[in-house]
């Protein structure tokens, strides 16, 4: 297939892909693999609504980031923190690189469940609100807190760009045996995904009941913060941010 639009050979990105991609422009500049064209039109669509999106929920200057849309034959060489290669089929956010990059697969692991029309954008916006988020430095927080983070602010991109998680969050296990509180990595990829997908429906219904504002005050919640975030101080942050009766709102949520 030709190649349409923007799509122009990259030598200018070098190191960041391999030689031959091509390069989709936007907001967030894509870099894929030539035959990887037509999935990359389509990521490079959420990834438009996806900036778009978090740009005007959260009033801040965007990240300068890049998205990779890498093929398997390539996973290997993607940009990452360490020197082993990270497991296939997991995207990821990295900012070894300058400027930093969205690492996506080409096919999404099978621990990715569940599988509808929404997995891959969730995916995707998830990564990117990860870029969002450290435009500024964040301290340490509980697992279940930064992670609810990028969960949550998915779920509200899906929601502003009408597209609807009813059918994806239908179908999550909604009592996997543990709570986003109290689930303890290291852990295995079936119990991960579990766990990200409490958040995501923790996220869903804290939209529903408070409005994407709290999402906007967590973000800034959470820059402001300079201390080490302990799992007390992580509901406050949470609760906070949600607003009037948002503390026992969470006390409410089997997820929490
Ligand atoms: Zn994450």
């Known amino acids: 297939m030709g190649r349409a639009g923007s799509a122009v050979a990259t030598p200018q990105r070098g190191g960041l892909a391999p030689p031959g991609y091509s390069s989709l422009d936007g907001e967030v500049p894509l870099l894929h693999a030539p035959r990887l064209e037509a999935k ?103 697992a279940w807190l930064g992670e609810f983070v990028p969960q949550a602010a998915s779920a509200a991109i899906a929601r502003r760009s009408g597209f609807s998680l009813e059918d994806h969050l239908s179908r999550i296990e909604q009592k996997p045996g543990f709570t986003v509180r109290d689930f303890r990595g290291p852990a295995g990829a079936r119990d991960q995904m579990s766990f990200q997908n409490l958040l995501l429906l923790l996220g869903a219904a804290a939209l529903k009941e408070f409005g994407e504002g709290f999402l906007n005050r967590l973000f800034h919640a959470l820059w402001e913060e300079d201390g080490i975030v302990d799992g007390e101080r992580a509901e406050d942050l949470l609760a906070g941010a949600l607003g009037p009766g948002g503390r026992e709102w969470l006390a409410s949520r089997a997820e929490f």
Do not use: C, K, M
């Open 40 to 142: 990359a039109r389509d990521v490079q669509g959420y990834l438009a609504e996806g900036y778009t999106t978090l740009v005007g929920i959260l009033s801040v200057e965007p990240p300068e980031t890049v998205a990779l849309l890498v093929p398997d034959e390539d996973w290997r060489d993607s940009p990452r923190e360490n020197a082993r290669p990270y497991p296939p089929g997991l995207p990821y956010f990295t900012r070894s690189v300058r400027p930093p990059a969205l690492v996506l697969p080409e096919g999404l692991s099978p621990v990715f469940r569940p599988r509808t029309a929404a997995t891959l954008p969730l995916a995707v916006w998830h990564e990117l609100a990860h870029a969002f988020l450290l435009v500024r430095e964040v301290v340490r927080t509980p």
